[in-house]
């Protein structure tokens, strides 16, 4: 508690932090205003409220889902007391904030890290991997991965390659804060807790598929892309149509013919990734130096533009890569349709020069597979053939989808 | 009524609308759209949050009674942040600057660094779910001794079109809020001071006007009452008269606990199922409903259907908790027979329910067994506090249409703000609080007016509060006679709108092009009610002078005068120099008033003058 006085008045309140030289404070009305620190005057503690930890019952005839926690905004909120985060996170702190997910199953939770998903890492992939598997082998319904969605596409198409997986692994997080009455939090965290209790048999990705609270899609863990930065329905199956879709309030769960079933699939874990792998994006004009970087790497994803082109002048520094032992595969910056460098010049050149075609897999999944292809299989020949092969969903035969 | 030794204190806060470019948190315009224009629809769910010290707030968990499903319109001005799909753009520095200057007005001190808040409201009006606000300035003074507590800026909360239909176009706007202390003891000085306080922010030019633009919150308490908020007063004139209810409201719960005391009355769970009663009933209500409980109040007999206010009885407070629950209504013995229930009804219930005549009945008819025990716990409650040493219970109420009020919720705490961590604080530095002019009061300006352009001191006041001031300001600047642009906006337009012609759909530019040509003597100033009503059918200026004024030239004015004034020989002869008033209006009928009705009285006089020499002896 402090005084503060300025501008000739003088007020109490509580202070909160001291933030780019202001104190902040929060006054009886809750309001915070920012004050010159000079100016406050401590005089004493408020009344400390001890920690409400009240355990919220589960029923234990439902099925068992795990909770892998990644730091995802599904559950938390600021905390003044401690200044971040919080770090709490077990399954009464998430059926407080969420209770209608006491409806759907019951719950373990695994707390493996609390990061923005920006800093999400292969390494934390393997980790994520690990704890998965451990769970769906002692014998788990399901299990929900709650993420920050910067990356979460990234880390679906990473588990889809590193497990095989009987049961659903439902990746969720929320785009709208978990600490505002509107946020998408809850209804992710029911229908992603819907779907992880249904038929499903892969790794799939569970957000808002309108801006209503009405639906979520469920989207196939190698196909979903993050196609907008701040909306409730930004994730979006590319190449495919959504695996299904959860109903909300209902909690229905309707899935596609071609959606892998439960128990489809059995349990395997290949968590070996080769992390020196990239993924250059073209443009026009771009300087072949900017390849150089990549000389000593196992492989190396081009987003090149329309059907998978690059400028000629880069032609040279992709034949030393290659020459040099580093795969480089083409994947399309349009996200939609299939690469085919076969119609003009430079795709030939291309081709030639030893380029993989990457079909119609998404840039960054592309990628993925690459590392973990190439951490799996050393021979050249048969990484290339895996890299066209279709493992999980993210390579398409056919081009049955529209934009 | 003694207010003073009643102990009535009262504050307000009054929420004024900010004439800004673009909205506060956005950079749509601040424009209001007819909801029939809505170009797109969608609905959320709302869910009640801890504060950032871990608490629920009292009023949202009152708030979460009922399912909490809204369906908002959206425009096509209006964007993702209004749809809580995209963070909000810094705080609107221009709305900030008009904040500051109310501050200066009214001597307060500004905040160093202004934080932008969530102030949890789960009522659907805020599709977030919580309406931003900052505190910008503290201490403010009022003439009448009184202080100003805070002024804040926040976010206006989307308009409700019907049920949980919300209206996207106005959620954003700037509202200035301004709250008083609690100085105020008598009805009428509530009054006062609210339009003292609206007279300031519309001093500085740069507040909306007309309906619905300013909303006063009005808090009052009396000695052994409770402070109790009236939301949402939109006409000043009511204020007065809504205190005056609630001190009431106030006094009749206490003399209502005191009987209640005396009687022993006492509240007990003794709610039965009575659904069987009624399956003969006649009653619409009871008919239709699922399920019917009653509740029997011991004691209570007389008291919940005794008035608190015009209107308004114990049973309506209680009505208005069970309504919570999602229920239209409760029915009690008080009021019945009646609304379609026998005395036959009655008088079974009450043998069913062991309800003495001493007793109160309380009916509750619901669609499930939720609904029913929410219903019937809040009936509870209501009846509780009745009897309890707080008989005034501590609330945010809406104000009706004739100044009693009916309850909304608990009043809110400290608990529902959260910090808006999407959004910058500001500095308000002494740099930037030093360069605000304080603009001159609209009182002081029309001292001026009446001074300067010598107006008459009533007709200055009037033309300072009105909505047309910087249109008359503008006239003056461009030249136009202050007194032309005074009588028009004050006198020709008030009676041309008892006629029926709408004024309000002229625009300030006509208004301009209107002195313009009286002034270049293009129309007469007598044309200007023709003019205005030719512009407010939707004709163009120029349509309308062509019309009104078919270019009379000197020649032809003088041959209309000579023929009205030797047609009208005989009458001239009789009446002698008094005719001219008569045949002026015969003359500007003739010419439709485009003529200056100066020219018309010269030529007019001069041939009376011949006229009458002529006929000399």
Not at chain 1, 371 to 385: F, K, S, T
Not at chain 2, 141 to 160: K, S
Not at chain 2, 288 to 314: C, D, H, M
Request: proline letters at 4%; hydrophobic letters at 40%; one cysteine or more.
């Amino acid at each position: 508690m402090v005084e503060c006085t300025y501008g000739g008045t003088t007020k109490e309140g509580i202070f909160i932090i001291e933030r780019d030289g202001m104190a902040v404070v929060k006054l009886d009305s809750g309001y915070n205003i920012g004050v010159n620190p000079v100016s406050c005057k401590f005089f004493g503690h408020p009344a400390e409220s001890p920690p409400k930890k009240i355990k919220i019952p589960q029923k234990n005839d439902l099925p068992a889902l795990s909770i892998v926690s990644t730091g995802g905004t599904i559950a938390s909120r600021i905390d003044y007391r401690t200044g971040s985060v919080t770090s709490q996170f077990d399954a009464s702190d998430i059926l407080m904030a969420i209770p209608e997910l006491a409806k759907v199953a019951h719950y373990r939770t695994i707390p493996l890290a609390t990061i923005l998903s920006e800093n999400m890492t292969p390494a934390i992939w393997q980790e994520l991997a690990r704890a998965v598997y451990k769970e769906i082998k002692n014998g788990i319904a399901g299990v929900i991965i709650t993420h920050g969605t910067d990356t979460m596409a990234h880390s679906a198409a990473a588990i889809s390659f590193m497990i095989d997986t009987p049961v659903p692994i439902v990746f969720v997080g929320s785009q709208r804060s978990a600490d505002r009455p509107s946020s998408d939090n809850a209804i992710n965290a029911v229908c992603a807790a819907s779907a992880a209790t249904s038929d499903l048999g892969e790794v799939a990705v569970v957000m808002h598929a309108t801006t209503n609270d009405d639906t979520c899609a469920i989207h196939r863990g190698t196909r979903v892309r993050k196609m907008h930065s701040s909306r409730r329905d930004a994730f979006r199956s590319i190449g495919i149509d959504p695996l299904g879709s959860v109903a909300y309030p209902s909690r229905e769960v309707t899935l596609k013919s071609y959606t892998a079933r439960r128990g489809s699939r059995t349990l395997a874990l290949h968590v070996k990734l080769e992390e020196h792998c990239g993924l250059v994006q073209f443009y026009p004009g771009m300087s072949p130096d900017l390849l150089k970087i990549y000389e000593g790497y196992k492989g190396l994803v081009l987003s090149g533009t329309g059907l998978g082109h690059v400028s000629t002048t880069l032609l040279p520094s992709i034949k030393k890569l290659i020459r040099s032992g580093t795969m480089v595969v083409m994947t399309t910056q349009c996200m939609q349709g299939r690469v085919c460098d076969r119609v003009y010049d430079t795709g030939r050149d291309l081709l030639t020069a030893g380029v993989i075609e990457g079909g119609d897999m998404l840039p960054e999944v592309a990628l993925v597979k690459m590392m973990w292809v190439l951490g799996n299989e050393r021979d050249p020949e048969r990484a290339a053939a895996l890299m066209q092969k279709d493992l999980k969903g993210e390579c398409n035969r056919r081009s049955t989808h529209g934009l | 009524m003694d207010y003073r030794s009643a102990g009535l204190t009262a504050g307000i806060e009054i929420h004024q609308q900010v004439n800004t470019k673009e909205k506060l948190f956005c950079h749509c315009q601040t424009l209001l759209r007819d909801s029939i224009e809505h170009s797109g629809e969608f609905f959320r769910y709302l869910r009640v949050t801890e504060s950032e010290m871990g608490e629920i707030d009292r009023a949202a968990q009152e708030e979460m009674k009922r399912d909490r499903k809204f369906h908002y319109y959206t425009y096509d001005t209006t964007c993702l942040v209004e749809n809580d799909e995209e963070p909000p753009s810094p705080l609107n520095d221009e709305a900030l600057s008009v904040c500051l200057t109310i501050a200066k007005m009214f001597g307060m001190a500004p905040v160093q660094q202004v934080h932008t808040m969530r102030k949890l409201v789960i009522d659907g009006s805020n599709t977030s779910g919580f309406q931003r606000t900052a505190l910008v300035a503290l201490n403010g003074t009022l003439p009448n001794g009184g202080e100003i507590d805070t002024i804040c800026l926040e976010e206006e909360a989307a308009q409700r079109v019907k049920d949980d239909i919300f209206s996207l176009d106005r959620l954003g706007i700037p509202l200035i809020e301004i709250t008083t202390s609690p100085c105020m003891h008598t009805p009428e000085e509530v009054q006062e001071v609210a339009e003292y306080i609206g007279m300031v922010l519309r001093s500085t030019g740069k507040v909306k006007r007309g309906i619905g633009t300013i909303r006063q919150d009005v808090n009052i308490s009396i000695l052994g009452g409770a402070r109790v908020e009236i939301k949402g007063v939109q006409e000043l004139d009511l204020i007065a008269e809504v205190v005056r209810r609630e001190v009431q409201r106030q006094q009749n719960l206490i003399a209502i606990r005191n009987e209640l005391l005396q009687k022993k009355a006492s509240v007990h769970d003794n709610a039965k199922n009575v659904t069987g009663l009624f399956k003969e009933t006649k009653s619409t209500v009871l008919k239709k409903a699922k399920q019917i409980y009653a509740i029997s109040l011991e004691g209570f007999a007389g008291q919940v259907g005794r008035e608190i206010q015009p209107g308004r009885r114990l049973g309506s407070e209680m009505s208005d908790y069970a309504k919570k629950c999602g229920i239209g209504g409760i029915f009690h013995t008080d009021e019945l027979p009646g609304y379609g229930v026998t005395a036959d009804e009655v008088a079974r219930l009450r043998i069913h329910m062991n309800a003495g005549v001493e007793d109160c009945v309380v009916i509750v008819a619901a669609v499930n067994d939720n609904q029913t025990a929410c219903a019937l716990n809040q009936v509870i409650i209501r009846a509780q506090l009745a009897l309890s040493d707080n008989p005034v219970p501590e609330e945010t109420r809406k104000m009706l249409e004739t100044g009693s009020s009916a309850y909304m919720r608990p009043l809110p705490g400290a608990a529902r703000m959260y910090p808006e961590t999407d959004v910058l604080p500001v500095i308000v530095d002494n740099d930037r609080w030093n360069a605000i002019a304080v603009p001159e009061l609209l009182t002081a300006k029309a001292q001026r007016y009446a001074r300067e352009y010598s107006i008459d001191r009533n007709y200055a006041i009037q033309l300072a509060l009105s909505e047309k001031l910087p249109l008359f300001e503008r006239a003056v600047a461009e030249g136009i006679k202050p007194k032309l642009a005074v009588f028009t906006i004050l006198s020709t337009c008030t009676e041309l709108r008892r006629e029926g012609v709408e004024t309000g759909k002229i625009s300030d530019e006509d208004y301009l092009a209107s002195w313009h040509a009286v002034e270049s003597g293009r129309a007469a100033k007598e044309a200007i009610p023709d003019i205005f009503r030719g512009l407010a059918s939707g004709s163009s200026f120029e349509d309308v002078i062509r019309k009104l004024s078919p270019a009379v030239s000197l020649q032809e004015l003088e041959s209309i005068i000579q023929k009205v004034v030797s047609d009208r020989s005989d009458f001239v002869a009789q009446k002698g120099k008094t005719a001219l008033g008569p045949l002026m209006g015969v003359v500007m009928t003739e010419v439709r008033g485009s003529v200056d009705g100066k020219i018309v009285s010269d030529i007019l006089k001069k041939e009376i003058d011949s006229l009458l020499a002529a006929k000399k002896p």
